[in-house]
């Protein structure tokens, strides 16, 4: 008897059998990862999360055509690609991008973000987010992993009133400074 798990892959139910080694980790070690790196899955969250609106007002994902062929005519940049490079590299069948093409895609996506959203950066595309990177340094300090774990049990209104006190005491600790 064959034994198998289900995951979702790319919005479908797929069946995996147990012990199966042509999937592999982002670290190359068996296991039932999604085989897409994470580049792939990074540009299609920036594709999923920075839209426009159309003409009735009605939030649209950018498509791949359009994204290819407005980084083509940026005279920012020499850089240019086709929809269906750009495909690939969503799709994650092409994993080796330049870097100029990772800065250009950075680049279409950070000039049509919202405002109060965080800038979009090569660094992100590629798994080297300083955010990210400060926000896993601060916390591998216990002591904050507790709090920001006590936190996540809060009621939202409760978590106000912390960032509240919070804010206190740094203003104290800022003036006695």
Known sequence: ?????????????????????DRTDQ?????????????????????ATIGHRDENGTWREFSTPYVARTISEDPAHDTS???????????????????????????FFDQHRAPHDAPVTAAYLLGEDPQEIEWRRRLADHQVRTIAMRAGE??????????????VLDETASTED
């Open 81 to 107: 690609m086709s929809r269906v490079y750009l495909a690939t590299l969503r799709s994650g069948s092409n994993t080796n991008p330049t870097i100029a093409v990772v800065r250009a895609i950075a680049a």
């Open 154 to 167: 809060m009621s939202p209104q409760l978590r106000r009133q912390v960032l509240r006190m919070l804010d």
């Open 27 to 47: 670290t190359g070690g068996e296991g039932l990862s999604d085989p897409r790196p994470a580049f792939a899955d990074r540009l299609n969250e920036l594709f």
């Open 1 to 21: 008897m064959n034994q198998a798990t289900y995951i979702l892959l790319y919005g479908s139910i797929v069946e995996v059998p147990l012990g199966s080694t």
